[in-house]
């Protein structure tokens, strides 16, 4: 059996999570203080995702890079986003606006990695999936 991860795919749904949680959570979870649990102003909660969106997007985005496109763009746009993820836990009071603009610019720098590796590669389709 030979598995292999679609590190792009999972970039991707690491960054819908964190724009789950930071967006969806909150209006479905307000019960959570009453129970003593608090997730959605977490800050090492929140570091935690921005580390896993990180580094799951250097492997993908350096595997794309370095095997496949050698496009720059993909790794500009997802550094864009990052900054942008960092920028709203700083400045908190305009984290609505901040982050549905990191996540999309990480979300887009994963899906032009994606399709870059298989434009790049029509004789290794499974090359993408690291």
């Known amino acids: ?5 679609n590190w792009d795919a999972m970039g991707v749904a690491a960054s819908l999570a964190c724009a789950i949680h930071c967006a969806i959570l909150p209006l479905l979870l ?10 959605i102003e977490n800050e ?6 921005i580390l896993v969106a990180f580094g799951i997007g250097v492997y993908s985005l350096r595997h794309g890079y370095k095997k496949h496109h ?4 993909p790794i500009i746009i997802f550094a864009i986003g990052i900054t ?12 609505l606006w901040i982050l549905p603009v990191a996540v999309l610019m990480i979300v887009t720098a994963h899906l032009m990695n ?11 389709e499974d090359d993408c999936d690291h």
């Open 1 to 5: 059996m030979n598995f292999r991860v």
């Open 70 to 73: 050698h496009s720059a763009l």
């Open 30 to 39: 307000t019960s959570l203080p009453v129970l003593g649990i608090n997730i």
């Open 84 to 95: 942008g993820l960092i920028a709203k836990q700083i400045w908190h009071q305009y984290q």
């Open 114 to 124: 994606f399709r870059a590796c298989r434009v790049h590669n029509h004789a290794h």
């Open 44 to 49: 090492a909660f929140e570091y935690f995702m």
